[in-house]
């Protein structure tokens, strides 16, 4: 009883650690994607607001969120063109884009998990448009961080694999 009880209890704890350890990531496809977009066409990249949690803003985060789209697409376009959050379909015609890409973050909580045990939390928002102002791809991409480990894991460092990944999937 007591052999069965100690193995329950190691189980537990090492499924535990193993869960803790691994960042978890979800894909919510809001609009499905029928087609891959073409390569080597103009594309613009709208700046999203900065992340926000709990009455704070991470200031630059929606630059850090905009200049990691630019990064990943860059390899992928003829040229990459960013732009306001505001205006951002007019500011994408006069730049002849074929695509636009409007990024938005829906959730931004940082955390030291490392003597916290809390997860850093991102949630983004991506819709890419043609043109015409059609949406092709509606696609939240959220991950929650390790809670065991002895490395922190930063709000960008998660955010850029969810865009890296994404980037990879559309073209």
């Known amino acids: 009883m007591k052999k069965k009880l100690i193995l329950a209890v190691c189980s537990f704890a090492f499924a535990a650690f193993a869960l803790g350890c691994s960042t978890r990531v979800a894909k919510v496809d809001n609009v499905q994607m029928t087609a891959k977009l073409q390569v080597n066409k103009v594309i613009f990249i709208a700046k999203t607001a900065d992340g ?3 009455g704070k803003t ?3 985060s929606g630059a850090n969120i905009q200049n990691n789209f630019a990064a990943n697409i ?3 376009a003829s040229q990459v063109i960013t732009g306001n ?5 007019s500011e994408a015609k006069q730049a002849k884009a074929y695509y636009i890409v409007k990024p938005t973050i829906l959730h931004w909580e940082p955390r030291n998990a490392a003597w916290s ?7 983004i928002n991506v819709i890419v ?3 015409f102002g059609k949406e092709l791809v509606n696609r939240n ?4 961080g390790r809670s065991v480990t002895f490395t922190s894991q930063s709000a960008e460092g998660i955010a850029n694999n969810l865009i890296k990944d994404f980037c990879s999937e559309i073209f």
């Open 129 to 131: 448009y043609d043109e």
């Open 117 to 123: 045990g809390k997860s850093t939390q991102v949630e």
């Open 141 to 144: 991409l959220s991950a929650v």
């Open 58 to 60: 991470y200031n630059g």
């Open 52 to 54: 926000t949690y709990s």
């Open 74 to 76: 860059r390899i992928r």
């Open 85 to 89: 959050q505001n205006d951002f379909m």
